[in-house]
């Protein structure tokens, strides 16, 4: 198959902070068959979909970040499904390189449970085909990715009072005519996370800039894969 070229498409945030998003297309190249892409024949028996930084993604991944990220259910399309995945595995390559920890046994072992409760509850009981071992992979990720995006950009956002008082000055009505000195608090959320939303879009954009990225969607055995009928699924 000839080589193609496949966009690796919204810039989407799977944050826990509920971050914005900004649309980046960024140029990808998907090979079939060369030394840094793994043969057709591989990719069917060990369900590589993409690759990023070199790095395999696989298709159980984008099984766990339907079910653990995205709570199942509502269709999307694939591409912007892949988005999400390949973000998240830039996000924790990045974090892996920083050494971000992911907490301490407890807190992975709580969030593990949750996920597994939470899982349960949607899927009446099972977890969606998805293994308890890419369950603990995926919060292990996610925790670090916390971390991460807390000590990169959170640690440097800084709101000044005169950043307090030229927003409440602005935004008084949304406030419904309280005083700033009880609304304080709720107007450093709102700039803060304004401002750690730009600083997260600048260096996340930057970061996507310097990486690269293969997808598969395009050629065979992904082309034709019926990826809604996998996601619903047993194990």
Known sequence: MLASRVSYGLFRMSLALGLSATPLMFPCRGTAETASSPPKA????DGIIAKVNGEPVFLRGMKADYWLAQGGGAKTRIRDRMDRVLDRKLLAQEAERLKMGAGDAEELAREVQKKV??????????KGGVSREEIERWVREDLAIRVLKEKRIGLLV????????????EHAGEFGG?????VRHKVVDRIYRKKFDEQ??????????????????????????DFEAYFQSGP
């Open 42 to 45: 591989a990719r069917i028996v």
């Open 117 to 126: 409760r939470d899982l349960g509850a949607r899927t009446g009981g099972g």
């Open 158 to 169: 800084v709101v000044s009072d005169s950043d307090v008082e030229t927003y409440y000055a």
């Open 178 to 182: 309280a005083a700033l000195t009880g």
């Open 200 to 225: 997260y879009d600048r260096w996340f954009t930057s970061l996507k800039r310097r990486s690269q990225f293969e997808v598969f969607l395009d050629e065979d055995p992904w082309k034709t894969f």
